[in-house]
């Protein structure tokens, strides 16, 4: 009997003790694991945030713009291929059914250019299809793809952009885009440009997403470019390519411009090309000079130096994430009572007569 008790006393005292034991272990096992997730939310800096790229990356994601009436649609920043040479121009740029002989140069070899200065009152546009391969009969020849992608009103070209037949914005963890794509403008010299000087008078478009573009680009892919995007009124951007490489983000110039901004008033910008030097201006102030002898790959220069074409353009940056983004798009059709315009008022070219023979 007492040997009972005593057992039964015994058992309940080891019950009791290894109750409380294991409490306490739960108990501190809850504490512990709680820490542990109050520390994880307080310190959320353990979890790396996905990589943003770069500005001048995601200008390169840009569809080369303006050559193409229907830019394909870039990568997003998550495909984007690491900095590397040698890609070629994207196919976008290499556009379809209009293949136009380069024109011929004069007797003595030279490049023919014309230097003029013109408004757009009396400026001559041709549409592609009816460019019979003179360049002394027009001075602009449209490559749009669509209808009402420019007009021209008291003395200004007006580079529309047109809306897509339906609007739908499409939600990324990175960044929203567009899945169609407003129709912009390309107008092509008729004439090349082989060093010289070129200056536009522009004002852009305000409404993000709208890019404008005025290059001067060669057969071969050389290319000088100013691009203006819009919601950005106080930078300018400038930048270069030789022979189709892309080397991916390393060209991009991002110039401040001072208020009024370039969708406020019309600005004139410059590019200024000879065989030493590119220099970039707006309103007559230089805001980046390149220079040849510092593009040197192995003692060659990878310098603009084809005579190029001269391009005037508007188009939609709102068909990938990067390109969305740099563009401060993509475009809310749903909010345009209008059509987003860039005007261009004025366009003088002065072709440098030791390497053009000059016309007028
Ligand atoms: C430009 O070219 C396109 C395509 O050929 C054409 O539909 C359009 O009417 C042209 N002109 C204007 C002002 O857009
Ligand atoms: C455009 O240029 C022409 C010829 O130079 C000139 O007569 C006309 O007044 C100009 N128009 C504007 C709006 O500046
Ligand atoms: C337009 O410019 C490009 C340069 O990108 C040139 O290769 C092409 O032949 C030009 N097209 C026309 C119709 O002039
Ligand atoms: C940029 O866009 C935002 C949103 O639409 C607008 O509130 C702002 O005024 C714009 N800024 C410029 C500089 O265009
Ligand atoms: C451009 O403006 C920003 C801020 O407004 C300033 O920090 C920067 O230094 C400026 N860049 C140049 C080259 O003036």
């Known amino acids: 009997m007492t040997r009972l008790v005593k057992l039964g006393i015994l058992l309940v005292l080891v019950l009791l003790i ?13 504490r512990k694991s709680k820490t542990k997730n109050h520390k994880h939310i307080k310190h959320p800096k353990n979890i790396k945030p996905p990589k943003k790229p770069s500005i001048i990356k995601s200008i390169k994601v840009a569809p080369t713009p303006k050559v193409s009436p229907t830019p394909s649609p870039s990568p997003s920043p998550k495909v984007v291929a690491p ?37 757009f009152s009396e400026a001559r546009i041709v549409e592609h299809t009816d460019y019979q391969n003179d360049p002394k009969t027009a001075d602009w020849i449209n490559l749009s793809g669509t209808k009402g992608t420019y007009s021209l009103d008291g003395g200004n070209l007006n580079m529309i952009l047109q809306p897509p037949s339906s609007y739908e914005k499409i939600t990324t963890q990175y960044h929203p885009y567009n899945s169609k794509l407003g129709t912009g403008l390309t107008l092509n ?27 001067t680009m060669s057969p071969n892919g050389d290319e000088i470019d100013w691009e203006l995007v819009g919601n950005d009124t106080l930078h300018a951007q400038s930048n270069w390519y030789w022979n189709g490489v892309i080397e991916w983000g390393v060209h991009g110039g991002m110039h401040n411009v001072t208020a009024p901004g370039i969708s ?85 070219i002065e072709c440098d007569p030791t390497w053009n023979q000059v016309i007028n």
């Not at 290894?18 to 809850?30: I, N, S």
């Not at 059914?97 to 023919?112: D, E, L, M």
């Not at 000079?289 to 074409?309: A, C, E, W």
């Open 18 to 30: 290894a109750g409380e034991v294991l409490g306490k272990t739960h108990k501190h096992a809850t």
């Open 83 to 119: 900095p590397q040479k040698g890609i070629p121009q994207p196919t976008s740029t290499k556009s379809s059914s209009i293949v136009a002989k380069t024109p011929q140069p004069a007797s003595n070899g030279k490049n023919i250019c014309r230097s003029y200065s013109q408004n």
């Open 189 to 215: 010299s008729t004439y090349m440009i082989h060093y010289g000087k070129v200056s536009a008078k522009i004002k852009s478009s305000s409404l993000g997403g709208v890019v404008t573009a005025y290059i």
């Open 264 to 348: 406020d008033e019309f600005k004139t910008y410059t590019i200024d090309w000879t065989p030493e030097a590119i220099t970039w201006l707006i309103n007559g102030s230089p805001v980046r000079t390149l220079k040849q002898s510092d593009t040197l790959v192995d003692g060659v220069p990878h310098f603009p130096n084809h005579p190029s074409y001269i391009q005037l353009g508007i188009w939609d940056g709102s068909g990938a994430p990067g390109t969305a983004e740099w563009a401060n798009g993509p475009i809310d059709w749903s909010q345009q009572k209008t059509n987003p315009r860039t005007l261009v008022s004025e366009i003088e």
